[in-house]
C-alpha cells in the first residue's frame, strides 16, 4: 500500500510535468454543406471531417481530446457556386472558421485534405441497366436456374457530359461458392465519380436447381446430298445421354437434338467408321454423351 501511494503520486507529477511539453495531435472537425438550391443534386461524397493536425501544449491538447466539442465547419454552397458543375475548395480557405475554435497558441501543421471536390448536377438523369461482376458458382450437381436482379435498372444522376459517357451500372464484384438452394444477396453498385445512384444497393436472388441424367434416341441425319443419293448408317439411331435440370427434364425431345452429316464431309472420307457430333443441342443441359460414337455408313443410289 506504501509502494502504491507513492507510486500514485509520482505518476501524478510525472504526468502534470508532461502536460507542460509540446506535443502534436490531429484534431477532426464535422464539415456541412448549406444553402444547396432545391436544383441542386450532389453526385459525389464529401469528407464528413477535415482532420487538423496541430501543436500546443499538452494541456491545451489533452482538453480538446478530452472535453472540447468542436462546432461543424459550415461551407456555403453559394459561396463557391461557378458557372460549370464541379467545385474545388482549397481548405486552406476554411481554416480561419475553424482556428476561432482553437486557443490562440495552437499552431496548425496541415489540413487533411487539403482540397475538396464538389460534383452536382442541375437534374440531368438517365436510367441505365445494372450488370453484375464477380464470381457466382453452384454446387456439384447444381446449377443456378435463374437469377433476378432487384431493380435491373437504376437511375443516375450526374452532369450531361458524365452521363453521356454512362453505360452500365456495375456491381461491386461478387464472390459465392457451391450454392445449392435459393441464395438472397444484397451488393452494392461500383462507385462512379461524380455519379450518384438511386438506389446505391441491389437485391439478388439465385434461385438453384439439381442436375438429372436423362437418355433420349435420336436419329442421323444426311444433309445437302444429291437427288440420286441417299444415306444409310448403322445403326441409324444413336443414344444421346446428358444432365439437365429438374425443370426442364419434361421439356426435352429428340427433336431438340441434331446429329447430322453433309454429303462433302463423307465424299472423300476413307475410313470404315464415322465419329459423330451434335451439330444442335437445346439450352440447358451439359455432359452431352453419344453413343456409340461411331458408326458405319453407306451412300446409296436411289
Do not use: C
Amino acid at each position: 500500500m506504501v509502494f502504491l501511494f507513492f507510486f500514485a503520486i509520482a505518476s501524478t507529477f510525472w504526468f502534470i510535468r508532461a502536460l507542460n511539453d509540446d506535443y502534436v495531435v490531429d484534431i477532426q472537425i464535422p464539415v456541412r454543406l448549406s444553402n444547396v438550391p432545391n436544383n441542386v443534386i450532389i453526385t459525389n461524397n464529401l469528407p464528413s471531417h477535415l482532420t487538423f493536425r496541430v501543436k500546443d501544449k499538452g494541456s491545451v491538447l489533452f482538453g480538446y481530446k478530452m472535453g472540447k466539442v468542436f462546432a461543424p465547419i459550415s461551407i456555403n454552397f453559394n459561396d463557391y457556386r461557378q458557372d460549370g458543375q464541379q467545385i474545388v475548395i482549397n481548405t486552406a480557405s476554411l481554416d480561419r472558421n475553424a482556428f476561432s475554435q482553437f486557443n490562440s497558441t495552437t499552431k496548425a501543421i496541415s489540413i487533411l485534405p487539403d482540397k475538396m471536390e464538389l460534383i452536382y448536377t442541375l437534374g440531368e438523369k438517365k436510367k441505365i441497366p445494372v450488370s453484375l461482376t464477380g464470381s457466382i458458382n453452384a454446387d456439384r450437381q447444381y446449377y443456378i436456374a435463374d437469377t433476378l436482379v432487384q431493380p435491373d435498372k437504376v437511375m443516375a444522376y450526374a452532369p450531361k457530359k458524365i452521363l453521356n459517357k454512362l453505360r452500365v451500372a456495375y456491381t461491386k464484384p461478387i464472390l459465392l461458392k457451391d450454392i445449392n438452394n435459393t441464395t438472397y444477396y444484397q451488393i452494392s453498385l461500383r462507385p462512379v465519380k461524380g455519379v450518384k445512384f438511386v438506389p446505391t444497393t441491389i437485391k439478388l436472388v439465385f434461385h438453384t436447381d439439381v442436375y438429372s441424367e436423362k437418355k433420349i434416341e435420336v436419329p442421323i441425319i444426311g444433309t445437302n446430298f444429291p437427288p440420286n443419293k441417299h444415306l444409310l448408317t448403322f445403326p441409324s439411331k444413336v443414344n444421346v445421354t446428358f444432365q439437365v435440370g429438374s425443370a426442364l427434364y419434361k421439356q426435352i425431345k429428340a427433336s431438340d437434338f441434331g446429329i447430322e452429316i453433309s454429303y462433302k464431309e463423307l465424299e472423300h472420307y476413307r475410313l470404315d467408321k464415322y465419329p459423330l457430333r451434335l451439330t444442335r443441342m437445346p439450352h440447358g443441359i451439359r455432359n452431352a454423351q453419344i453413343t456409340p460414337r461411331r458408326v458405319d455408313f453407306l451412300i446409296e443410289q436411289n
